[in-house]
């Protein structure tokens, strides 16, 4: 991906805010990011995060009410997609942008074979009838290493594995040749020797396809594995974004710091104690008027209390949201 | 087999442990085959270690942890507890011996009774076991809420008010109540956020020094068990094909399976992922109620030769504490069978 290529996806200031009964959670504030032709962005986070809520937002997945997308810009193929119309939107979606959810069995419809669910949006989006359509989805099934392709098309989702079954989801999602492929924790629900499978399956249609990816996840280990790029989020907010290896190697928010010490390791050295991050993640009830790690940090200052950090740069294509210095252990001056 | 060390007493034995699951089919609802979910497991476990107990989904690791403390009328097999076999005790017999052997569950939504507030939860196994009452049963109340770091304001609120990692600290509490010896901990993790993780895996790691408490800690993510445990057992559909000391088993990995299990796990560096050679497996894991003929991991085996689809291969001590179920692994003159 040549440097300073036009972004897929551009998302602007983008703020998602959920009313409830039980009053407003602001779950996404401020988020900005872009995605560059053929990369792979993860995202990191741990639950609440509002790093699903992040995507759902920018392709009109959330329900409205009680979700409502108060602010930002999403440009995609020069085109604002927060202002489009729902037909504009569907024909978008599943076409150009295409997902994968965490959980097979429920994304997938039970009472429809594994073949009508993926000609359906080669029919519905790229027009074929149902013979080019039906060769179409057995290439798709051989693409992603299901073995018996021609047969396996007749075969409901319940007779598959749970790897099978997300490999049938990452058909779907590609079927029609999209630009861009948002993966929501498409591993976290398989085993270790089956989510290494996946991962190499697409590390292997990257290759091939070149789509941009956003893969969404809370294991930093796959992250490390896959992404060319990484944003961290916490509380609704990007706190940290940098390329992968900067990001390991030199990570500059104190959330981000924390986290790679907690995770304990399966090679190299053992640690006697895990580190922890005290206290819980903050709740989201109203807009944040301070840093939202401030109650978990140990390197906060005054400052911390009273304003929102912004994101600054911090090194090369690297930049954090914090007013602490991780190189000189101080305020950082901005 | 399975000797301890001189200065270590066993706590929990398990022996040729197996428990299975019946299969119903038909109008005249006939029994037409078993789910061998645990299928001929050994193992002991020294008094105040941890063992932990890791292989994936389905492999029959929780059924074995709840088999081991009898919550399941186990097929076959011996499990001794302090010398006492329990494998085929009555349950009023097994109801008194439930105080030193407990449970740590891995939904902590799903294992709190929601309509019971905290004290309640904590306080049940006191009223089924103890005579405690009033004060004296408020204060052994209170005793556990400061062992696992819960609020004594807290006492009268209900499960639905605490997070998730708070959750499972009432779950410790509980099993604690009664003054364990052993516990099993049942993905006690799984369910919760990386930062919270550590936190109780940190309790669990004080509790045991304070305590004097014996785990079996069951888990699917190696790198925590990595941590915690002193020894490690790793099952494969129902059987453990590898028992080896911490050290040992993670430095250099003897069964094909347990191989291919450590080099799967992610790690969080990106550098090592461009230069750590991968074996992937291939294909999923068979049904327990249709194992392979031979050897349960032939089928995904990147090391298969011909008598593993003939012979299961036995367990076998292959170094002092380190026991390995693979043909790769026999005796040079059973090697030497399968040659002729």
């Known amino acids: ?334 | 087999m399975f000797d301890a060390p001189a200065d270590r007493k066993t706590l929990v034995e398990v022996r040729d442990l197996k428990m299975h699951f019946p299969i119903y089919a038909g109008l005249l609802r006939r029994h037409v085959g078993d789910v061998k979910a645990v299928d001929g497991v050994s193992f002991d476990i020294f008094d105040g270690e941890t063992l932990g107990l890791v292989g994936e989904s389905g492999c029959g690791k929780s059924t074995c942890g709840r088999a081991v403390l009898r919550l399941y009328d186990i097929t076959a097999g011996t499990i001794r507890i302090e010398g006492e076999d329990i494998s085929t005790m009555g349950q009023e017999t097994l109801r008194k011996k439930r105080p030193t052997m407990q449970m740590v569950f891995q939904d902590p939504q799903a294992s709190l009774n929601p309509r019971m507030t905290l004290a309640g939860i904590i306080g049940e196994p006191l009223d089924e076991h103890t005579g405690l009452k009033g004060s004296a049963r408020r204060d052994r109340i209170y005793e556990l809420m400061d062992a696992v770091g819960l609020n004594r304001d807290f006492a009268n609120r209900y499960p639905h008010e605490f997070s998730g990692g708070q959750r499972q600290r009432i779950g410790i509490a509980r099993a604690l109540a009664l003054h364990p010896k052993f516990i099993v901990c049942d993905e006690p993790i799984a369910a919760l956020d990386v930062s919270i993780q550590a936190q109780v895996v940190n309790l669990l790691e004080d509790l045991q020094d304070k305590f004097g408490l014996t785990y079996l800690f069951i888990s699917h993510d190696l790198s925590m068990v990595r941590h915690i445990a002193d020894r490690v057992a790793v099952m494969y559909l129902g059987k453990v094909v590898e028992v080896a000391a911490r050290e040992g088993l993670y430095a250099d990995p003897k069964h094909p399976y347990t191989q291919a299990l450590l080099s799967a796990v992610p790690e969080p560096d990106p550098v090592l992922h461009d230069t750590a050679e991968r074996v992937i497996l291939t294909g999923d894991v068979p049904s327990p109620s249709n194992p392979p003929q031979g050897c349960n991991f032939c089928t995904r085996c990147p090391q298969v030769f011909d008598i593993c689809r003939l012979k299961d291969p036995q367990s076998r001590e292959i170094e002092p504490g380190r026991h390995v179920a693979c043909h790769l692994h026999n005796e040079p003159q059973a090697a030497g069978e399968t040659a002729a």
């Open chain 1, 1 to 334: 991906m040549p440097d300073g290529a036009l972004p897929v996806l551009d998302v602007k200031d983008l703020k998602t805010v959920f009313r409830t009964r039980q009053g407003e959670v602001h779950a996404v504030n401020s988020v900005s990011f872009d995605l560059k032709p053929g990369e792979l962005l993860g995202v990191v986070g741990e639950s609440g995060s509002g790093k699903s809520v992040t995507m759902m937002s920018l392709i009109g997945l959330l329900p409205s009410p009680p979700a409502e997308v108060q602010n930002g810009q999403v440009l995609f193929g020069g085109q604002d997609i927060l202002k489009a119309d729902d037909q504009t939107l569907r024909a978008i979606r599943g076409a150009r942008i295409g997902f994968v959810f965490q959980d097979p069995m429920t994304s997938l419809n039970p009472v429809f074979t594994v073949g009508f669910q993926l000609m359906e949006p080669l029919r519905k989006h790229m027009g074929m009838n149902k013979r080019n359509a039906r060769k179409r989805a057995q290439e798709l099934l051989e693409l992603v290493g299901i073995p018996d392709a021609g047969q396996r098309l007749r075969d409901y989702p319940h007779q598959f594995s749970g790897g099978m079954r997300q490999r049938v989801m990452i058909a779907i999602a590609l079927a029609c040749d999209p630009q861009v492929l948002i993966a929501d924790e498409p591993t976290t629900a398989l085993d270790v020797t089956i989510q290494a499978q996946i991962l190499e399956l697409v590390k292997d249609l990257r290759r091939k396809l070149g789509m941009a990816i956003v893969w969404i996840t809370h294991d930093l280990g796959v992250i490390a594995g896959i992404a060319d790029r990484v944003i961290v989020m916490y509380g609704g907010q990007i706190v940290e974004h940098a390329p992968v290896r900067e990001l390991f190697a030199n990570p500059q928010h104190p959330y981000t710091r924390a986290l790679l010490e907690t995770i304990p390791k399966v090679h190299g050295e053992r640690d006697e104690r895990l580190r922890v991050i005290q206290g819980q993640p903050p709740m989201l009830g109203a807009e944040p008027a301070a840093c939202p790690f401030r109650a978990r940090c140990t390197h906060r200052l005054g400052r911390c209390d009273r304003e929102n950090p912004v994101r600054v740069p911090v090194g090369p294509d690297h930049d954090a949201a914090c007013f602490w210095d991780a190189g000189t252990g101080g305020a950082r001056d901005v």
